[in-house]
């Protein structure tokens, strides 16, 4: 971001900068029924398995859509993610694990059929029980619809884990 931007591209940072603020206390709260509400019903939001690679290989670390992959989910599942939950009978989650979602480095990479692509940076510590604690960090990469009640709605969202072996006991949290 240049500081001759444009006011209107700032505005957008902002609110967008916002709106992940806003996601990330659903997320850490256990508001996951106000989480979901930022999806919209077409989403796609997936998480790629990463590789180390070398040589002319770099750059093929991740597997491409329609291939293994650490979940690649609808609205549908996710909200069926989110009913599981609600249930306090996920394995995962019981008693529910404590979370604090960092989002940073938000970036504005354009704009295309009315969607706006946002780049972002996290780091997520979940701790759980008595002596689990995790951390997962990396790189969100969004495709955001305009939305008047929530400022913005996830169409898209691809989960670029800076870990290429997870040894976290679950992926049962959002990201």
């Known amino acids: ?19 992940y603020t ?5 997320l850490d ?4 029924d106000k989480w979901i509400g930022c999806m919209e019903k077409d989403v796609r939001y997936w998480m790629p398995i990463v590789s180390n690679r070398i040589g002319r290989d770099i750059g093929t670390e991740l597997t491409r859509l329609g ?11 996710l909200s069926n993610r989110v009913k599981r939950l609600a249930t306090g009978r996920a394995w ?4 529910p694990g404590r979370t604090n979602h960092m989002v940073s480095n938000v970036e504005l990479l354009g ?7 946002a780049r972002s940076q996290f ?29 913005w709605k996830i169409a898209e969202r691809t989960i670029i884990l800076d870990h290429a072996v997870l040894t976290q006991k679950s992926l049962g949290i959002f990201f």
């Open 67 to 77: 291939e293994l992959a650490h979940f690649e989910d609808d609205f549908e599942s």
């Open 111 to 117: 704009e295309k059929d009315g969607l706006t692509k």
């Open 22 to 26: 806003r996601e990330a206390r659903h």
């Open 92 to 95: 995962a989650e019981t008693p």
């Open 29 to 32: 709260d256990l508001e996951f």
């Open 1 to 19: 971001m240049s500081l001759d931007m444009p006011m209107t591209e700032i505005e957008t940072w902002y609110s967008v900068s916002q709106f």
């Open 123 to 151: 780091l997520i510590y979940r701790s759980h029980l008595e002596t689990d604690q995790e951390i997962f960090s990396g790189t969100r990469i969004d495709r955001l619809r305009p939305d008047p009640d929530t400022g």
